[in-house]
């Protein structure tokens, strides 16, 4: 009798130790990133683009990277909200409930969510080699707005799935065709959107396997599509190859800016979901 | 009026097509990238046969031989051990989160978990040869073997564990999530302890989403590229140790892509790790979400 209650008690400690666990990695991977990143920071390195021997310890700072990161985020994730937005009201409010086509495309958007974004810039790489096209900004933004559209869509549909019927059937009432009842409709997915762009955003800027195909690496600020463009995961990566140590406490900096914006964009993302949840019914 | 109407119903006939279009567009996006990299890699089948390919461990792209074996291996070790790792904490803690803990503390946890699936896989990289490798050629290593670098299997390993449990995590919980009020009711109302009901109820009502919610994990893993590559070592041999460095297939992918043009059939070999890869995803993604769906469907 006693012992299940010793056994529950065990297994709670055990729990709360994984639980724990957790929280320990959160802790310890800010921890040594800010550790070792925090000496090598300076104006300089969010202010400069690479000057002369910037890779051999020479003075300037990665602001090509963070400029480019900027353009294909901002880029990829217009584009991504333009493709996923029609998508999710088609499959909620004009295919039936039990469709065929619903059931496949929300399968087949898992595993697009699922395909790796090394096998996104093989394959956006295969396609611009066959378009003559040069790593660029412009293939940076496709592949990562091809990477993103997934994530937008299923957790956009996962908040549309919600949408009471009632509420479709009152705008049918007074005399909306089902493409006016958009209006509607998108403001209850609002915080849907939200929460989607956040993923994504935070998705998009963190990918380095993807871009590494397609945008390339450059020192300079890219000025149209044409031009390669530099990404900051990519500039932590290569910066972290070099032989040289200041470069290598250069690359922890770097590191240190882009986990910075990624927690930022969260925190931001939180105010802007709970903001756009008061139309929510 | 009659024209203003029809108007509005022609318009939401053009739309209604637009938008099943784009969607169908979508959906055949995976058929196209399927195809796209398998017409890629055929090149490299007219030389060699596809379990030549697998099955032999010479890897001299210089002279024609592609063999994958140590890159597959590198792969399902480190993926591996990544689940072991990762599918006890994920579990239990998923188990606390839904069964034993507080509100207040389960938004707690849930911030640590949205935090570390945010970090991009680059800073699990940095971390990772910051902490992970030293950790294992200086304190962990020189029990078991005589020197290792420290950039092993068993690094890749790690921190593709920690990579992966958010995403277990969330699974874990949405699947707990689903199973009904009143089975847990039945259960306490017998007596059982909250424990006794996770392990009796819970737990055996939501065995094949488990096993889904790994395979989803699994092929997460499988792509992962930038942080492996970065603390695997890169070797294209054979690890026979935990304390070997490994080459996983996607960081073959990405540290070749420059030279692979100059080569020829390199890139066809490349393409075929791509759609190894994407094949493999496949298979997982979409077994294991018929899995979930029927699941939810079940308990609704």
């Known amino acids: 009798m006693r012992l299940k209650f010793i056994e529950e008690k065990i297994a709670k400690g055990f729990m709360i130790i994984a639980s724990l666990a957790v929280f320990a990695f959160v802790v310890n991977i800010i921890y040594t990133i800010f550790r070792r990143g925090i000496p090598a920071l300076n104006w300089a390195m969010i202010s400069q683009i690479p000057a002369g021997g910037y890779y051999n310890g020479g003075g300037g700072g990665i602001l090509n990277a963070i400029v480019g990161s900027l353009y294909i985020v901002l880029c990829s994730t217009i584009l991504g909200l333009l493709i996923s937005i029609p998508v999710v009201f088609y499959l909620n409010v004009y295919l039936k409930k039990d469709s065929r086509l619903a059931y496949i495309a929300r399968l087949a958007f898992d595993v697009l969510f699922g395909i790796p974004s090394i096998v996104y810039g093989a394959f956006a790489f295969t396609i611009m080699i066959y378009l003559g096209m040069h790593t660029s900004l412009g293939g940076g933004i496709l592949v990562i707005t091809l990477l993103i559209i997934p994530i937008f869509i299923r957790s956009m549909d996962e908040v549309a799935q919600q949408l009471p019927k009632d509420l479709l059937d009152s705008t049918y009432a007074l005399g909306a065709t089902k493409l006016e009842t958009i209006k509607v409709v998108l403001r209850q997915i609002a915080p849907g959107i939200a929460t989607a762009t956040l993923l994504s955003v935070g998705r998009a800027i963190g990918d380095a396997a993807g871009v590494m195909f397609t945008a390339g690496f450059t020192d300079s600020i890219p000025t149209s599509l044409n031009q390669p463009a530099a990404t900051l995961p990519l500039s932590v990566f290569f910066q972290l190859s070099s032989p040289n140590a200041d470069v290598q406490d250069r690359a922890y900096s770097a590191a240190l800016i882009l986990i910075f914006i990624v927690l930022v964009i969260s925190i931001l993302g939180r105010l802007i979901t709970n903001y756009f949840s008061k139309h929510k019914i | 009026m009659s024209s203003n109407s029809s108007y509005r119903i022609l318009k939401n006939k053009i739309a209604g097509g637009l938008m099943f279009s784009i969607t169908v567009f979508s959906v055949l996006l995976v058929v196209l990238i399927g195809l796209g990299l398998y017409l890629k890699s055929v090149p490299i089948f007219e030389h060699n046969s596809f379990w030549h390919l697998i099955k032999s461990s010479e890897w001299r792209p210089g002279n024609n031989q592609f063999g994958f074996?140590?890159?597959?291996?590198?792969?399902?070790?480190?993926?591996?051990?990544?689940?072991?790792?990762?599918?006890?904490?994920?579990?239990?803690?998923?188990?606390?989160?839904?069964?034993?803990?507080?509100?207040?503390?389960?938004?707690?946890?849930?911030?640590?978990?949205?935090?570390?699936?945010?970090?991009?896989?680059?800073?699990?990289?940095?971390?990772?040869?910051?902490?992970?490798?030293?950790?294992?050629?200086?304190?962990?290593?020189?029990?078991?073997?005589?020197?290792?670098?420290?950039?092993?299997?068993?690094?890749?390993?790690?921190?593709?564990?920690?990579?992966?449990?958010?995403?277990?995590?969330?699974?874990?919980?949405?699947?707990?999530?689903?199973?009904?009020?009143?089975?847990?009711?039945?259960?306490?109302?017998?007596?059982?302890?909250?424990?006794q009901t996770s392990k009796h109820v819970i737990l055996r009502k939501t065995f094949p989403g488990i096993l889904a919610a790994v395979a989803l994990a699994l092929s997460r893993a499988f792509g992962e590229t930038i942080a492996v590559l970065m603390v695997c070592g890169n070797l294209p041999l054979l690890p026979h140790s935990l304390f070997d460095s490994c080459y996983p297939l996607p960081a073959l992918i990405a540290n070749n892509y420059g030279e692979m043009l100059s080569v020829p059939l390199y890139e066809s070999a490349l393409m075929l790790a791509a759609f190894l890869l994407f094949i493999v995803v496949f298979i997982f993604n979409a077994s294991s979400r018929a899995v979930i769906y029927r699941i939810e469907r079940k308990f609704k």
Do not use: C, N, Q
């Open chain 2, 69 to 195: 074996l140590p890159f597959i291996a590198g792969t399902l070790w480190i993926t591996l051990i990544a689940v072991i790792l990762a599918l006890p904490i994920a579990l239990l803690s998923a188990l606390f989160l839904t069964e034993f803990s507080k509100s207040y503390l389960k938004k707690w946890v849930f911030t640590a978990l949205d935090i570390l699936a945010g970090i991009p896989s680059v800073v699990y990289g940095v971390w990772g040869t910051l902490f992970i490798v030293p950790w294992i050629s200086e304190k962990l290593a020189p029990h078991f073997v005589e020197y290792s670098t420290g950039y092993t299997v068993l690094a890749g390993g790690i921190v593709l564990g920690v990579m992966i449990l958010p995403l277990l995590i969330s699974l874990f919980v949405e699947i707990f999530s689903a199973v009904p009020r009143e089975f847990r009711d039945a259960s306490l109302s017998l007596g059982a302890t909250k424990w």
